[in-house]
């Protein structure tokens, strides 16, 4: 069983405390190492790096916040555990818990670094940390992992909805979203850096570091969970192929099926630190990719694409 963080170090509180501190998001956010961080969270991430113990057959699903991170956990967690739970069993782990709970934050929500140290290997773990400010141990002993990033303007369009589901404040406006997240200032942002780290340790590590896109899943789910089964060293047999499990593992971890499912329309939320609580059914808002014309005008798309050219010019990295 999963069981909360409760880590309190002094020291890294009032080092906290001395950093850059910024308010516009549902929550104040803190500058780390470059990084934006949820302030009420910054003290338990900045005792990763020197804290967690990597270890040389982990898998880290490394995610940009609203991305599809609880996807690729349903995804990841399903095909890893499929032969120790029938997915269409009604006690699935993911019929009775929401999926960002199966899988454990590295230092965050289920994933007290000292539980981890509890789980056997091999774990399946996650985190929204840029590689930076994990332990460099996880490059160094070869540490799978699995990165997901999207698109950048549906990215904010999600997270702009997703911030005002959180905030007990007034609404944030979506000019306000948008020139913060341009400026780096967002929750784990600023976002080019986020996806670039992970994008140069897949050039540098093509066998163990998986670079992936939400528009790719989309477009071709079958496909990325073939991929992603053998990753996790759990590929598809010939007689699963031939019976249709691909096909049962994609559709049981698609967006209506998720949604759909009581855990998720009603049952409760999970704990993201301090007194922030994030609604289950929260996590399940509308799935599409290029949502943002829906929301954003055609000038600051424009302005968001300019930007990402300029950020990722070089990089071989292209949305
Ligand atoms: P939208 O807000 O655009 O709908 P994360 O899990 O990283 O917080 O990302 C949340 C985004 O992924 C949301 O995007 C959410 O609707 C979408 N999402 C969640 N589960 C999904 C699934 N099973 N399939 C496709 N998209 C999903």
């Given at each position: 069983k999963i069981k909360e963080s409760s880590s309190n170090d002094p020291s890294e509180e009032a080092l906290v405390a001395t950093l850059p501190t910024r308010e516009g998001w549902s929550t104040p956010l803190t500058l780390h190492n470059n990084f934006w961080l949820r302030s009420h969270m910054a003290q338990k991430f900045m005792l990763v790096r020197d804290n967690f113990k990597p270890r040389r057959d982990d898998i880290i699903l490394a995610t940009h916040p609203k991305s599809g991170t609880t996807w690729l956990k349903a995804l990841a967690f399903t095909i890893s555990t499929r032969s120790r739970y029938d997915?269409?069993?009604?006690?699935h782990p993911l019929r009775t818990s929401n999926p960002q709970r199966v899988v454990p934050f590295i230092g965050a929500v289920g994933g007290d670094l000292d539980f981890l140290e509890?789980?056997?290997?091999p774990r399946l773990l996650s985190t929204h940390l840029p590689l930076s400010l994990l332990p460099p141990a996880v490059s160094a002993v070869g540490c799978r992992v699995v990165y997901l990033c999207r698109e950048p303007k549906d990215a904010l369009v999600s997270r702009w909805h997703f911030d005002n589901k959180m905030s007990k404040g007034d609404p944030i406006t979506l000019d306000d979203a948008f020139t913060m997240f341009c400026e780096g200032f967002s929750p784990f942002g600023p976002f080019w850096d986020h996806y670039l780290q992970y994008w140069e340790e897949s050039l540098a590590r093509p066998q163990e570091v998986m670079f992936l896109r939400y528009e790719e899943i989309v477009s071709d789910p079958l496909k990325v969970a073939r991929k992603l089964a053998s990753f996790l060293d759990a590929p598809f047999t010939e007689d699963e192929e031939k019976s249709g499990v691909v096909d049962q593992v994609v559709s049981f971890c698609s967006f209506e099926s998720l949604r759909n499912l009581d855990v998720n329309k009603t049952g409760g939320a999970e704990?993201?630190?301090?007194?922030i609580f994030i609604q289950?059914?929260?996590?399940?808002r509308k799935g599409k990719v290029g949502d943002w014309v829906n929301h954003m005008t055609k000038e600051m798309g424009e302005k968001m694409d300019r930007l990402v050219e300029e950020k990722f010019k070089g990089s071989g990295l292209e949305f």
């Open positions: 997915f269409a069993d009604a006690d509890t789980l056997p290997s704990r993201a630190g301090g007194k289950h059914s929260s996590l399940f």
